[in-house]
C-alpha cells in the first residue's frame, strides 16, 4: 500500500504499507478521507432505502432522510464519545479556543481537526433511531401513523443502516482514529503511521484491521436484513434482528481492538453492544405477534418503462 501523508521522515521507508490515508490530494484538492467514506457510506443507504421504498410501495424522500439521520448520527456518536471524558473533553475546547475570537480562522481550523476523529458507535445509533422514528412519523410509510409509522421506517431503514456502518467504519481506519485492533502476526495484518491519533506499540507492529472485519460483516447483514424483507414481517421485527445482530458484530470484534477494559473486563463499546443485543432480543419477542404490512410496489415511471415498437 501507499505511503502516508505526514509521517516523519525518519519512519519513511518503514511506513511504505501503512493503511492510513488521512487524506487524498487530488490537484488543489486537500480531501479528507473519512468525510469521503461518511459521504459514500450515505450514498450507499440511500440507494438501498429508495429501493427498499419502492419495493414496498412507500412514497418517501430516501435522500432527505438519509441526511438527516447521517447528521444526527455525527452529532449523537460525537457527543456520546466526547461525554466519556469530559476532563479531555474541556482540555480539547482549551486548545481549539487558544487562539482567541481575534482569530476565527485558527479557531475553526482547531475545531474541524478536533471533530473529524473520536465518535462512538452507540451514540450514532441512538441518536439514528431516534431520528429514523421521527422520519417515519412525518412521511408516514404505507399510511401509518404514530408509533406503528415509526416501526415501519426502522424496519425499512434496517439493510440500508447496515450497509451505510460498514462504508463508514472503512473511513475510521483510513483516518488513523484509532479504532483499529491488537497487534497481530496474521498475514493482512496492518500498519498504522506513527501520526494516527493512537499510535501503535510499538510503532512498528502489524495490528488487526478491525473496521474492515467489521465492514465485511455488515455486508453479510446487509444482504440478510434485505432477503428478510422480501417478505411481510411483524412490525419492528426486522429492527430487532438489526439492533441483536449488529450488536454481536460489535460486541465480538471488541475482543480484538484497543479499547480499555473498563467494565467486567469489558469495554464501553462492548457494554453498549450487550444492551444492543438485549434490546433487539426483547423487540424481537414482543413484536413477534404484531400486524404484518403487505404492501405492493410503487408503479414504474414513464423513463422506468421500455419503449414498445
Same mark, same amino acid.
Given at each position: 500500500?501507499? %505511503?502516508?501523508? %505526514?509521517?516523519?521522515? +525518519?519512519?519513511?521507508? $518503514?511506513? @511504505?504499507?501503512?493503511? &492510513? ?24 443507504? #440511500? ?9 414496498? =410501495?412507500? +412514497?418517501? +424522500? ?20 466526547? !461525554?466519556?471524558?469530559? $476532563? ?13 475570537? /481575534? ?11 478536533? !471533530? /473529524? ?5 452507540? =451514540? ?8 429514523? &422514528? ?18 415501519? &421506517? ?19 481506519? *483510513? ?8 497487534? #497481530? ?22 495490528? /488487526?484491521? @478491525? ?5 465485511? !460483516? ?20 426486522? *429492527? %430487532? ?7 454481536? =458484530?460489535? !460486541? ?17 463499546? /462492548? ?11 426483547? &423487540?424481537?419477542?414482543? #413484536? ?7 404492501? @405492493?410496489?410503487?408503479?414504474? @415511471? ?8
Amino acid at each position: 500500500m501507499g %505511503g502516508v501523508e %505526514g509521517a516523519s521522515s +525518519d519512519y519513511g521507508s $518503514r511506513y @511504505t504499507e501503512a493503511c &492510513m490515508y488521512p487524506y487524498l490530494n487530488l490537484g488543489f484538492a486537500h480531501i479528507g478521507t473519512f468525510g469521503l467514506l461518511l459521504w459514500l457510506a450515505a450514498v450507499c443507504g #440511500t440507494v438501498l432505502l429508495h429501493r427498499n421504498f419502492v419495493r414496498n =410501495g412507500v +412514497d418517501a +424522500d430516501a435522500l432527505n432522510i438519509v441526511t438527516m439521520v447521517v447528521l444526527a448520527g455525527i452529532i449523537g456518536a460525537k457527543l456520546w464519545h466526547e !461525554f466519556e471524558n469530559v $476532563r479531555e473533553l474541556v482540555g480539547a475546547w482549551h486548545v481549539i479556543l487558544l487562539p482567541g475570537w /481575534q482569530h476565527p480562522g485558527d479557531v475553526l481550523l482547531n475545531f474541524l481537526h478536533w !471533530f /473529524q476523529a473520536g465518535f462512538a458507535w452507540f =451514540g450514532g445509533l441512538l441518536a439514528g433511531v431516534a431520528m429514523l &422514528m421521527y422520519q417515519g412519523h412525518v412521511s408516514k410509510p404505507n399510511g401509518l401513523r404514530a408509533h406503528r409509522a415509526a416501526l415501519r &421506517m426502522l424496519d425499512l431503514a434496517a439493510p440500508a443502516a447496515a450497509i451505510g456502518y460498514g462504508v463508514g467504519r472503512i473511513g475510521c481506519l *483510513t483516518s488513523g482514529d484509532g479504532d483499529y485492533g491488537i497487534n #497481530t502476526t496474521l498475514p493482512w495484518g496492518v500498519h498504522m503511521a506513527p501520526n494516527a491519533l493512537v499510535p501503535p506499540n510499538p510503532p512498528n507492529a502489524l495490528v /488487526q484491521p @478491525t473496521p474492515f472485519y467489521e465492514f465485511l !460483516f455488515a455486508l453479510a447483514l446487509a444482504w440478510w436484513l434485505w432477503k428478510r424483507g422480501s417478505k411481510p414481517r411483524p412490525l419492528g421485527f426486522l *429492527t %430487532g434482528e438489526y439492533l441483536a445482530l449488529s450488536g454481536i =458484530g460489535r !460486541f465480538l470484534v471488541e475482543f480484538v481492538r484497543i479499547n480499555p477494559r473498563l467494565y467486567w473486563g469489558m469495554s464501553n463499546a /462492548q457494554v453498549a453492544a450487550l444492551g444492543s443485543i438485549l434490546f433487539g432480543i426483547a &423487540m424481537m419477542f414482543f #413484536t413477534r405477534n404484531n400486524e404484518a404490512i403487505i404492501s @405492493t410496489p410503487l408503479p414504474k @415511471t414513464p423513463k422506468d418503462i421500455p419503449a414498445t415498437a
